[in-house]
């Protein structure tokens, strides 16, 4: 093993340049969920030079790469490494070679780093494959940022089977910590998240004859304070549960009372009975404070991904690998966190680790988190990320 781990050391330090290359091209080249067609194009070539067989297309627009050696059995069981490809509508702020060439798209939550990685990794291993243990299957998949999630398309179209997969791994950029450390968190680690569409319709009129209304402003109002209660006095205390409305929109005058409001807000959990039965009461109590002022309602409640579960032993394993690695100064234990994650489907379906590397560098300025128009990372993060994904799979 320490053979194969100097091997590794030193094929991500000499690919560290064509590896970054890739991230630069990606970061120049962002595409929104479901719509990365050049992405996926571009990554299909890379695969291409490097031999590696694989198919386009899963899941829409991913693909899924198998690296095998010589001595592997077709029913032999595979582990898989994931990335995902897509990027968000926001409007990069950076001032970098590689900034963002389409207008209000960016990279902003690091997919192009771990696309980058996965394809860095693949290389190193495909060089390796004669001494693998079990052949590899690598998923680049479209779509983590937006319902139904990219991944449970890639399921859907198969990508856990033919070869089986018997565990799986992924990482994300973490900048809150620093570049050269990594994070993990066996058990639960992230929530559930579903979206929640809410438009009140009540009866528009002027300010100053409020009793000749239907005023969807103050029932809004009174929607967001009393749906509270759900988290606050419905779910058991030992669940972690957040319902945060971040929109809330109605369109009057300072004299004019309008005719609808609409909210939309999120829904995060880590317990699926407790999941469906307070999305049941979100429908039920805000139909019983819109219909009991007088107004209607409409509401759609968009089912996204379900709580990420790392599995205890295979994180704990990838720990130990990061620590004689990195050193244990370098490796943290990481709290849960009610964001969430598409990994989470394939979590659902095999043993799963989903761990985080720093990307975080204070003298350079690389601070901004994630979904922020200046988030960058320092790119020495990108050998990390290589290591690790390769030595996973030893």
């Known amino acids: 093993m320490n053979t194969i781990k100097q091997q ?26 479901y719509q990365e067609l050049e992405t996926m194009n571009y ?43 897509d990027a968000l509508p926001i409007h990069e702020e950076n001032d970098v070679p590689y900034k963002s060439k389409v207008e209000g798209v960016m990279h902003a939550c690091g997919h192009d780093v771990h696309t980058s990685i996965l394809l860095g990794a693949a290389e190193i291993l495909n060089e390796l494959r004669e001494q693998l243990p079990q052949p590899v299957k690598l998923i680049f998949q479209p779509g ?17 089977k033919n070869p089986t997969v018997e565990k799986i791994y992924g990482l994300h950029v973490f900048p809150d910590l ?15 998240c579903d979206e929640i569409y809410i438009t009140v319709h009540g009866k528009g ?23 509270q209660t759900i988290v606050s006095r419905k779910c058991d205390p030992k669940i972690p549960c957040v319902l945060s409305f971040g929109h809330f929109e109605a369109l009057g005058a300072t004299n004019v009372i309008p005719s609808k409001a609409i909210l939309k807000g999120t829904f995060r959990t880590m317990d699926e009975a407790w999941r469906a039965e307070a999305l049941e009461l979100v429908e039920k109590q805000a139909r019983a404070i819109v219909e009991g002022n007088g107004g209607q309602l409409e509401i759609e409640i968009s089912k996204g991904y379900p709580f990420l579960e790392n599995d205890e032993h295979l994180t704990e394993e990838l720990k130990q690998k990061a620590i004689d690695l990195l050193g244990s100064e370098k490796v943290e ?28 560098n204070e ?11 200046r988030f960058d990372i320092d790119a020495n993060a990108l050998k ?10 030893f």
Do not use: W
């Open 144 to 160: 983590e940022e937006k319902n139904p999630g990219g991944a449970s398309l890639m399921i859907r179209d198969g990508a856990l």
């Open 363 to 373: 003298e350079r300025g690389i601070t901004f988190g994630v979904h922020h128009p």
């Open 205 to 227: 009129g002027h300010g100053a004859t409020p009793h000749q209304c239907i005023d969807p402003i103050v029932i809004g109002a009174e929607l967001i304070l009393n749906l």
């Open 333 to 360: 234990d990481l709290p849960i966190r009610l964001a969430a994650e598409d990994f989470s489907f394939y979590a659902q379906e095999v043993p799963a680790c989903f761990f985080r590397i720093g990307v975080r």
């Open 43 to 85: 990554v299909s070539a890379r695969l291409t030079e490097l031999g590696i067989e694989h198919s386009t297309g899963v899941g829409g627009t991913g693909i899924v790469g198998l690296i095998k050696g010589s001595q592997h059995t077709a029913n032999q069981t595979v582990v898989a490494l994931r990335a995902d490809m």
């Open 384 to 393: 990390i990320g290589m290591q690790m994904m390769s030595l996973a799979v």
């Open 178 to 192: 620093p570049v050269g450390m990594t994070g993990f968190k066996g058990g639960l680690y992230m929530a559930s």
């Open 8 to 33: 590794i050391i030193n094929r991500s330090e000499e690919l560290f340049e064509k590896v970054r290359g890739y991230r630069e091209y990606l970061h120049q080249h962002p595409e929104l969920s």
